[in-house]
């Protein structure tokens, strides 16, 4: 159980467009989830919180208008990397939690973005 | 930055060998977690110790907490090819939910 899926996996775009990855709870309602960022051999850093049905709560130095989160539903969220550059190019993880256990994470496969 | 240290940074031992990996944090903590990622994939949690534990076993893993010192280990037993992947250890330090990850210890496990 507790899986969570990312889609698309790979996704190459051209810089100055839009690009949406979704993240799903498959088998549990996901009150809370977070999108992190990582960069090559580094380590995961938390993008933002976003709760359902509420606004996301984004870390410090994270542009919320340049990347949109919608929790609609209790099993989707959504990270919209607007007007994507280069700099954006990033693996983006989301992960859910809040429902079996206040402290574990699941994690989804994550999404590769390429901003040519 | 609340993030913590984690050392090796990379760690190469043959099959067989036990691998060590340290973490270490910088603030009062509830939990400890640690999670293993194969390249370029997400993460998959491997165990969990809270605060008031000090040691933890779950199958080849063997994890410690040290409150005072604001350290935990990861101990990987008779390791396996399969277990070459980054391993990350997570704090509960950003409260919230937040996990405040580790830079990681990429291990290299040598057939």
């Known amino acids: 159980g507790a899986v969570v899926s990312q889609h698309p996996s790979r996704v190459i775009c051209k810089s100055g467009t839009s690009v949406k990855i979704e993240c799903r709870s498959l088998?549990?309602?996901?009150?809370?989830m977070f999108w992190y960022r990582q960069f090559p051999k580094q380590s995961l850093m938390l993008m933002a919180t976003s709760n359902e049905g509420s606004k996301a709560t984004y870390e410090q130095g994270v542009e919320k208008d340049k990347f949109l989160i919608n929790h609609a539903s209790l099993t989707l969220s959504t990270l919209t990397v607007t007007s994507a550059h280069p700099e954006d190019s990033s693996f983006y993880i989301c992960s859910a939690g809040g429902q079996r256990s206040s402290y574990e994470q699941y994690f989804g496969p994550g999404t590769r973005l390429t901003v040519t | 930055s609340q993030q913590g240290e984690e050392d090796p940074q990379a760690l190469s031992i043959q099959e067989g060998e036990n691998a060590t990996m340290n973490c270490s944090y910088k603030?009062?903590?509830?939990?400890l977690q640690w999670y293993r990622q194969n390249s370029g994939r997400g993460l998959v949690h491997l165990i969990l110790?809270?605060?008031?534990?000090r040691e933890k076993h779950s199958g080849r893993l063997r994890v410690t907490l040290d409150t005072s010192k604001k350290s935990s280990s990861l101990l990987i037993t008779a390791s396996r090819a399969a277990d070459t992947a980054s391993y990350f250890c997570a704090t509960d330090a950003g409260g919230a939910q937040k996990l405040v990850f580790g830079q990681g210890t990429r291990l290299t496990i040598n057939p």
């Open positions: 603030t009062s903590i509830n939990n």
């Open positions: 110790i809270r605060s008031n534990e």
């Open positions: 088998d549990f309602q996901a009150t809370t």
